[in-house]
C-alpha cells in the first residue's frame, strides 16, 4: 500500500541551526502539507502546497519556515534558525484530491 | 481561537459495547470532516471521512454523524475492540484543498 515517507525520524539540533525535514509523498498525490504537533498538544497546520506553490500557511508558519518540491518526489520542510519552541513532531500529508490526507510516521525535532 | 472541539479527553469502554466520540465545530462553512486514529510515536492514520451533504458515513465497525445544525459530529465504533485504543482526532476544512483543523484529541481506551 503507496505510504508517505518522512526522515529522519528524529532530528537533535543546537538552537538557531538551520533544518530541513524530508518527505516523500504518495506518487499521484497533488496536495501536500506540513503539520505539527507539540507535546501534549493539538496537530496544527502549518502549510499547503499545490501546483508547485504554497497555497495556504498558517501564523506559525513564518519567515523562519520554507518548503520545497524540488525535484518532483520530496517535499521538504526548512527551518533556517531554530527556536527552543519549535520543538514538536512534524507530520508530512498529501492527498489525491481535496480532502482524505495521508500522514507520514512524523520527525520528532528537538532543539536544545 | 479553537474551531474544532473534542471536550472528552479521555473516553474508557468495555470491549464489545459501543464508543461514542464527539466532536464540536464552529465555523458553519466547514464542509469536509475527518476522523484520524493515532497511536504513540506514530502518524494519524485516516479513519473515515464524511462531507456535508451526507449526515451519516458507514464503514464496517465505524460510523460518522453529522448533525449541520449543531455543528456536531460523532464517530460510533462498534464493537469496540482492545485494538481500538488510541487517541482519536476530528478535523475539519472549508473547500478544497484547504488546512485541516484539528480538534485536541480523545484518548479511547478498550478494557478487554
Known amino acids: 500500500e503507496p505510504e508517505v515517507t518522512q526522515t529522519p525520524s528524529h532530528q537533535v539540533t543546537q538552537m538557531g541551526q538551520e533544518v530541513i525535514l524530508r518527505c516523500v509523498p504518495i506518487?499521484?498525490?497533488?496536495?501536500f502539507y506540513w503539520y505539527r504537533q507539540i507535546l501534549g498538544q493539538k496537530v496544527e497546520f502549518l502549510v499547503s502546497?499545490?501546483?508547485?506553490?504554497?497555497?495556504?500557511k498558517s501564523e506559525i508558519f513564518d519567515d523562519q519556515f520554507s518548503v520545497e518540491r524540488p525535484d518532483g518526489s520530496n517535499f521538504t520542510l526548512k527551518i533556517r534558525s531554530t527556536k527552543l519552541e519549535d520543538s514538536a513532531m512534524y507530520f508530512c500529508?498529501?492527498?489525491?484530491?481535496?480532502?482524505?490526507?495521508?500522514f507520514g510516521e512524523g520527525s520528532r525535532l528537538t532543539v536544545l | 481561537d479553537q474551531q474544532v472541539k473534542q471536550n472528552s479527553p479521555s473516553l474508557s469502554v468495555q470491549e464489545g459495547r459501543i464508543s461514542i466520540l464527539n466532536c464540536d465545530y464552529t465555523n458553519s462553512m466547514f464542509d469536509y470532516f475527518l476522523w484520524y486514529k493515532k497511536y504513540p510515536a506514530e502518524g494519524p492514520t485516516f479513519l473515515i471521512s464524511i462531507s456535508s451533504i451526507k449526515d451519516k458515513n458507514e464503514d464496517g465497525r465505524f460510523t460518522v454523524f453529522l448533525n449541520k445544525s449543531a455543528k456536531h459530529l460523532s464517530l460510533h465504533i462498534v464493537p469496540s475492540q482492545p485494538g481500538d485504543s488510541a487517541v482519536y482526532f476530528c478535523?475539519?476544512?472549508?473547500?478544497?484543498?484547504?488546512?485541516?483543523?484539528f480538534g485536541t484529541g480523545t484518548s479511547l481506551t478498550v478494557i478487554p
Open positions: 500529508a498529501s492527498a489525491w484530491l481535496a480532502g482524505e490526507l495521508f
Open positions: 506518487s499521484n498525490h497533488l496536495y
Open positions: 502546497f499545490y501546483n508547485n506553490e504554497i497555497s495556504e
Open positions: 478535523a475539519a476544512s472549508e473547500g478544497a484543498g484547504n488546512q485541516f483543523y
